[in-house]
Structure formats: C-alpha cells, structure tokens
C-alpha cells in the first residue's frame, strides 16, 4: 500500500470555510507589528502549552516555567504550528524515545518578542520560522562541512534533554511562547504567507534537500512516489526546477490536484501497463511512501541505469530483491532535514515561485491538536495540518 508520508499548496483551491472551527485557508496571519509593548507581554514566570503525558495519550493543557533565555535565545509567540506524521509517532512512542510529557510541533512560525544579549540578526517584532532542528555542536566535521542536520549532538526542537530541572526538555510549538537558538530561527520571507510558512520548516526541507543532494537538474524525468503531506510538497519542487515530473500512486482520484500542483503525468501504480510504459525512462525518484507491503522492484524498473531512488518516507521495512539494483547499477538512498544555509535557500525559492502547502487550519487548543492527530491518523488531511493561535 502507497501512503504519502505526512511526516515525518495547492494555489488553485482558494477555499475558506468562514464559519466553524475548519478552515481550508491561503489567507495570512497579518504583518507582524512595527513595535511590541513591553507592557502587553507576558508576565506569568510560566509558559502555557499542550502536550501528551504518556504514550498513546490525549494532548492536555500544560505548562512550564522555562529555562532562562540564554544570550543566543529569542523569546517567540507562537502565532502557528505545523502538525506532522513524526508528531504523531512520538506522542504514540512508536520509535521508542519519548520523553513525557511531551509538547510536539516542530513546524513553528512566531514573532519574536525578546531577544538574548548576543543575538545581532533578529529583532523585537520579526517573523521568523522554527523546524526540527533548534541547534547542533558546531565543532564536529559534519558541522564543520556545514551539515549540521547530521550532528550526533543535535537539538530538536522537543525531546532533547536540557539538563534544566524545571524544564528537563525542550518542548514544541504546540504552545503560547517558546524559547530557542536565534541561529535556527529563520525570517520569513515576505512572500511566504505567515500561516503557510510552518509546514516548510519540515516537509518543504525534507523534500527539498533530495533534488538538491542529487544533484537534479532542469529537463530531468523525476518522479515522485505517493501524493500527500510530503508528495505535494516535491512536486512543486520538481515542476518549479524545470523537471519533467510525474506523480507515481495508487490513488488515481488524485490526478487532477497533482496536476494543479504542476505535475506532468500520472501514473497509478496497480496499473502494469501505465507503468510498463515508463519502464527504464526516470532519471531520479523521489519516494514520500510511509506505508508497508510495497513491491520496491516495480520501481526500480522504472529507472534509467545509473539513476537514483531516493526515500524522505519512513515505511516500517524495505524489502527487496536486490537483482535490478545490482543489474542496472542504481542506488537506493535517503535524506534528512538541512543544513542551515539549505533551509534558507529553501525559503527565498519558495517565497519566489510560490511553493507553499496546501492547508487545513484549526485553533490551537488541546481539544484541536487530539482532532489533529486524529485525521493524521486516519489518513484524512489535504495536505497538512495547522494549529493558529487566534487568541494572541
């Protein structure tokens, strides 16, 4: 079975439902204020958030007295946060690293509202946006080489140990306020709507580092395996890159929105004739597929020799064997996040050629980010899903 990884925007369909808690939105958040009083901050020692107290639990009401803002750190309020497959799997602990409770969101946009001693590059009342990766040693060869994304002692932005007795882990941004690195808090560029930019701290970088890694260039056959959370995002990569994309599921009612979302073709994978028709014709894929029972050799029969399968979707095994990939030469390989200066690349291309997610936003609450999870879950999210806080 094909699922897209949600995980771990579709500009044609400018829907708002006006009323009700559901909204289909593209509308922003509003600019954020030239200036922000003192006054009007919090003055609570405490910061308010929703988090999962055990394994498989409901999000709750929760909060924290904060680790003092260090003179790297920015103080933000949370204006949204991104809910993504990868939440899901650590409130239900499915890998096994939890730590409870725990405050998911990692795909945060906020307005930053103090600033530590060094920080230079931010002010009081810029936009930025905050992904999965909050910091990184900044000593060892990968941060060296600028891979920061692979630092063995990197910061999440939840779940990593703090050493703090009162807030012993870095909590998410299912919350009112938060505190993390100025370095990994990037401004949003004015072309990104602030409610649309969240989801690209996590699925925009995810699906982005592959074509770049790679090495994809313009003209390039690419296709992308599975059309969701993750499969709307390269898709938009790929078409805006100048490649010849094609969407590869086994969901053919998709067609029309992977077309408005800049696909070329379509391709439906139970289909053995559509797919003999494409045999040894792709230059690079791209697969989104978190879903098990996938006959991995039907699309290496796809590739060109000498091309590449490329995954960002975590399946719960790959099983294959491996006589195409010896045969044809092709290599199997993933991808992960970023580096810093990627995410900013990432962003100044999608604020220029209009890369942005296709949304359903709720207000953030704990009643709201369990609905949240909930279609997750289920698999019922067009393409992502955005917790707004409206009451700040």
């Not at 204020?33 to 988090?51: L, Q």
């Not at 409770?101 to 936009?127: D, F, Q, T």
């Not at 690079?284 to 995954?311: H, M, Q, R, Y």
Request: charged letters at 25%.
């Amino acid at each position: 079975r094909i699922l897209a990884a949600s995980g771990l925007a579709n500009l044609a369909l400018l829907v708002a439902f006006t009323s009700g808690p559901w909204r289909m939105s593209h509308e922003g958040l509003g600019s954020p204020p030239d200036e922000i009083d003192a006054s009007a901050m919090s003055t609570s020692d405490k910061f308010e958030a929703f988090a999962a107290y055990e394994a498989k639990g409901k999000i709750k009401d929760f909060s924290y007295k904060p680790i003092p803002l260090k003179p790297t750190e920015v103080e933000l309020r949370v204006e949204s946060c991104g809910v993504c497959h990868s939440d899901l799997h650590q409130v239900h602990n499915d890998w096994g690293i939890a730590a409870y409770p725990l405050v998911p969101g990692h795909e945060i946009v906020g307005i930053v509202e103090k600033v530590g001693s060094e920080v230079k590059e931010l002010k009081v009342g810029m936009r930025v946006g905050v992904g999965p990766q909050t910091g990184s040693c900044e000593s060892c060869h990968q941060c060296e080489r600028g891979e920061q994304q692979m630092c063995a002692k990197k910061v999440k932005s939840y779940n990593t140990k703090t050493g703090d007795q009162d807030q012993p882990y870095t909590y998410g941004g299912f919350s009112k306020r938060m505190r993390t690195s100025a370095k990994w808090a990037f401004p949003i560029p004015e072309g990104i709507p602030p409610n649309l930019a969240g989801p690209l701290l996590c699925a925009g970088i995810t699906t982005w580092t592959p074509f770049v890694y790679n090495k994809v260039k313009k003209g390039d056959k690419v296709g992308i395996l599975g059309f969701g959370g993750l499969g709307h995002m390269a898709v938009q990569f790929a078409a805006k890159m100048g490649c010849e994309t094609y969407v590869i599921t086994r969901s053919p009612d998709k067609k029309k929105e992977a077309e408005k979302f800049g696909a070329k073709g379509f391709i439906v994978s139970t289909d053995a004739k559509a797919m003999a028709e494409h045999h040894r014709t792709f230059d690079f894929l791209l697969s989104t597929i978190s879903g098990g029972g996938v006959k991995w050799e039907d699309f290496f029969a796809l590739l060109k020799p000498d091309s590449t399968l490329c995954t960002v979707g975590l399946p719960p095994e790959m099983s294959f064997r491996p006589n195409l990939l010896v045969g044809n030469r092709l290599s199997l390989t993933g991808c992960y996040l970023a580096s810093h200066s990627e995410v900013i690349k990432m962003l100044d291309f999608c604020a220029k050629h209009k890369v942005f997610p296709q949304t359903e936003e709720l207000e953030m609450n704990s009643e709201n980010a369990n609905k949240a999870l909930d279609k997750i879950e289920k698999n019922a999210v067009r393409y992502r899903m955005v917790l707004v806080n409206k009451a700040l």
